[in-house]
C-alpha cells in the first residue's frame, strides 16, 4: 500500500512552491517508495479542490482528505507523514 500526498498550488504562489520542495524532500527521505506524489493546481483542478474543502493555497492532503491548510512547520509535517507510514507499515503486517 502507498501513501497518495497531494500538493494544492496556484500559480506564481511563492509558497506553494516552498510548499512542494519541502514536501518532496520529506517524502523521498521517509517514503521508502511507499508514498505518491501529485500536484494539483487548483485553477486546472477547481471542482477537486473545493470538494476536498480547499479554501487558500497551499494545502496538503493525504489519501483524498486535506489535512493541512498553509504550509505547516516542516516538523509538524515530518511528524504526520511518519505517523501515517508507520499505521500503513502495521496495516500490512496485520
Known amino acids: 500500500m502507498s501513501i497518495l500526498i497531494e500538493v494544492f498550488a496556484s ?24 508514498i505518491e506524489y501529485r500536484e494539483i493546481d487548483v485553477v486546472e483542478d477547481l471542482d477537486y479542490a473545493v470538494r476536498l474543502g480547499v479554501l487558500a493555497t497551499p494545502a496538503i492532503a493525504f489519501d483524498g482528505r ?29
Open 11 to 34: 500559480p506564481g504562489c511563492p509558497r506553494c512552491g516552498k510548499a512542494k520542495e519541502v514536501l518532496q524532500a520529506i517524502a523521498t527521505e521517509l517514503g521508502g517508495g511507499r
Open 66 to 94: 486535506l489535512i493541512f491548510t498553509g504550509l505547516p512547520p516542516v516538523r509538524a509535517l515530518r511528524a504526520e507523514l511518519a505517523r501515517r507510514l508507520s499505521r500503513e507499515d502495521g496495516v500490512r503486517r496485520a
